[in-house]
């Protein structure tokens, strides 16, 4: 079963940690996507760009619009991802609390729905 681990965090207080702690943390991470691959659990995962480099799109009414940055109203924003394969729940919290932005923000743990007829299926 395929787990979505989403990685939150303040990126205005992660910008304030020192950047060696910064590096060793991105290390720790790489490490753990390297035991994950060891065991056939990896399937992807990366850090994203801060979110003022993001942009919003939506459709209403067949017109597009866009805007930049996710703007919600939330204290933590969306850091990076873990795309994983796990057996169960609580297999995938398990992994979700090794993720070194566990100990600064929060992991969403969240099954992913598995559909049919996608590229690679």
């Known amino acids: 079963m395929k787990f979505l681990l989403l990685v939150h965090h ?3 207080m ?24 060891d065991k056939a659990q990896y399937v992807h995962a990366s850090p994203l760009q801060p979110e ?6 939506q459709v209403r009414d067949s017109k597009q619009t866009v805007t930049d940055g996710p ?12 795309l994983i ?6 297999s995938a919290v398990r992994i979700a609390a090794q993720i070194p932005g566990a100990r ?6 969240r099954p992913v729905r598995e559909i049919s007829g996608l590229p690679n299926e």
Not at 71 to 82: R, V
Not at 85 to 90: F, Q
Not at 104 to 109: A, L, M, N, S, Y
């Open 10 to 12: 303040n990126e205005a």
């Open 14 to 37: 992660f910008n304030q940690i020192p950047e060696d702690t910064r590096k060793d943390m991105l290390a720790e991470s790489v490490r753990l996507c390297h035991q994950l691959h």
């Open 52 to 57: 003022a480099t993001a942009a919003v799109v």
């Open 71 to 82: 703007f919600m109203e939330t204290k933590e924003q969306l850091a990076g991802y873990f």
């Open 85 to 90: 394969t796990a057996k169960d729940l609580d």
């Open 104 to 109: 600064i923000g929060t992991v969403e743990v």
